[in-house]
Antibody, heavy 121, light 103 residues
Framework: EVQLVESGGGLVQPGRSLRLSCTAS????????MSWVRQAPGKGLEWVGF??????????EYAASVKGRFTISRDDSKSIAYLQMNSLKTEDTAVYYC????????????WGQGTLVTVSS | DIQMTQSPSSLSASVGDRVTITCQAS??????LNWYQQKPGKAPKLLIY???NLETGVPSRFSGSGSGTDFTFTISSLQPEDIATYYC?????FGQGTKLEIK
């Protein structure tokens, strides 16, 4: 059974940093791209960024709203994807979901339960 | 960037009704369109991929159609457990969502 479990969310002050983790199980983690998607309270879904598998270079892409502040990385030996969030803003407050993605096109076929990040002073 | 316009934003229907949601792309996206269901307080779930393919385990009352710029998501006979918000998605862009309620 595929499982994705996010951790690391919480309350953080504007301008500070936070790192989220996504621990995967039930599939060969290294064979897949991984994406992060967020949802602000009462709002819709917003893609944050993704990291390709090593077979596709392990490269990353980001939404314009987070480019330069957020960094996605992966540790295939531990089956974990990370979302490093720096210079956080109040508008980054959201539930952050980790999703399994495809290297050849966006398809989010499995999702974690989400972790809430609240940016507030 | 390709824009996705989903409608309606909300919908109220009775159990047993046929429900239709549309999603329009600002340019031709072939069949690269997926549909998700999000129940309150839960993570989204993939229902339909590549416009018309039903994800494994998803009830057959759900279906999708379309290609190019115009796409449709249909629930053939609405059930109480279908109360959710539905999203279309193309590449890394989601539609605005359709909140479905029981009348």
């Amino acid at each position: 059974e595929v499982q994705l479990v996010e951790s690391g969310g919480g309350l953080v002050q504007p301008g500070r940093s936070l790192r989220l983790s996504c621990t995967a199980s039930g599939f060969t983690f290294g064979d897949y791209a991984m994406s992060w998607v967020r949802q602000a309270p009462g709002k819709g879904l917003e893609w944050v960024g993704f990291i390709r598998s090593k077979a596709y270079g392990g490269t990353t892409e980001y939404a314009a709203s987070v480019k330069g502040r957020f960094t996605i990385s992966r540790d295939d030996s531990k089956s974990i994807a990370y979302l490093q969030m720096n210079s956080l803003k109040t508008e980054d407050t959201a539930v952050y979901y980790c999703t399994r993605d495809q290297d050849y096109g966006a398809l989010f076929d499995y999702w974690g339960q989400g972790t809430l990040v609240t940016v507030s002073s | 960037d390709i824009q996705m316009t989903q409608s309606p934003s909300s919908l109220s229907a009775s159990v047993g009704d046929r429900v239709t949601i549309t999603c329009q792309a600002s340019q031709d996206i072939s069949n690269y369109l997926n549909w998700y269901q999000q129940k309150p307080g839960k993570a989204p779930k993939l229902l339909i991929y590549d416009a018309s393919n039903l994800e494994t385990g998803v009830p057959s009352r759900f279906s999708g159609s379309g290609s190019g710029t115009d796409f449709t998501f249909t629930i053939s006979s609405l059930q109480p457990e279908d109360i959710a918000t539905y999203y279309c998605q193309q590449s890394y862009t989601f539609g605005q969502g359709t909140k479905l309620e029981i009348k």
